[in-house]
């Protein structure tokens, strides 16, 4: 018997679908803002080569990178608050989970950015008497920036794609939301078609976007 498709029904609960949406929205764009700049921080830190600092960052970005996302969620959700002696809400351990471990990511995205920048950039910087601090910010990060464009894409739709793991700590994002808006219509086939395109539909126009961005920004051959 061929299966009966019945999206009107989820449709009468799209108000938690679209809870959900936004909250997934304000989940992923909270942990970005935390991975950019700590992203960018902790590479120029290590290429300060301050050894021990060195050593310490590289030990820190390798712990957050090789543990699952599921894990540190957890962790922050569960373990963080007995060791600082606060409850944080959901949105808090998620935010910092994501954000840190994407940020360790960024770390070395940024990092073998600007590393990738000819070294003749550098030494025509201070030939023209740029300081470390002017260098950097005027000639060979927006050089990096550049060549990074496709990695940065990269890794922001892969914290996107892992805000749905919030739904393990009952966190009120797409995923969660749709759980629920399942038990109520007995439709999860619909429900979560909808859930699928709607990852898909937002990062498909995000890479376009990308593309558009790349194209403008290219560097000359």
């Known amino acids: 018997m061929a299966y009966e498709w019945d999206f009107a029904a989820v449709f009468r609960h799209s108000d938690l679908l679209l809870e959900g949406a936004a909250n997934t929205f304000r989940l992923a764009g909270s942990a970005l803002l935390i991975a950019l700049p ?4 902790v590479a120029m ?9 060195s050593w310490l960052l590289a030990i820190t970005t390798d712990i957050f990178r090789t543990a699952p996302s599921i894990v540190l969620i957890y962790w922050f959700f569960f373990a963080f ?19 840190l471990q994407t940020g360790a990511y960024m770390a ?11 070294r003749g950039q550098w030494q025509a910087a201070t030939a023209l008497g740029m300081g470390s601090a ?6 060979i990060l927006p050089q990096a920036v550049r060549r990074m464009i496709p990695i940065f894409f990269t890794r922001i739709t892969e914290l996107y794609k892992a ?28 429900t979560f078609t909808i ?13 376009r976007l990308v593309r558009v961005i790349e194209r403008r920004v290219a560097v000359p051959e």
């Open 81 to 99: 608050p007995i060791l600082a002696g606060v409850d944080f809400a959901g949105h808090t351990a998620v935010t910092l989970a994501l954000g």
């Open 163 to 190: 805000t749905s793991l919030a739904a393990a700590i009952s966190y009120a994002e797409i995923v969660q939301m749709a759980n629920r808006a399942a038990s109520e219509t007995f439709r999860p086939m619909e």
């Open 38 to 41: 700590l992203g960018l921080a």
């Open 108 to 118: 070395e995205v940024f990092r073998g950015g600007i590393l990738s920048v000819d």
């Open 45 to 53: 830190l290590r290429l300060a080569r301050i050894p021990v600092l």
């Open 195 to 207: 859930v699928a395109l709607f990852f898909f539909t937002t990062i498909f126009c995000v890479s």
């Open 134 to 139: 002017m260098r950097m910010r005027t000639i």
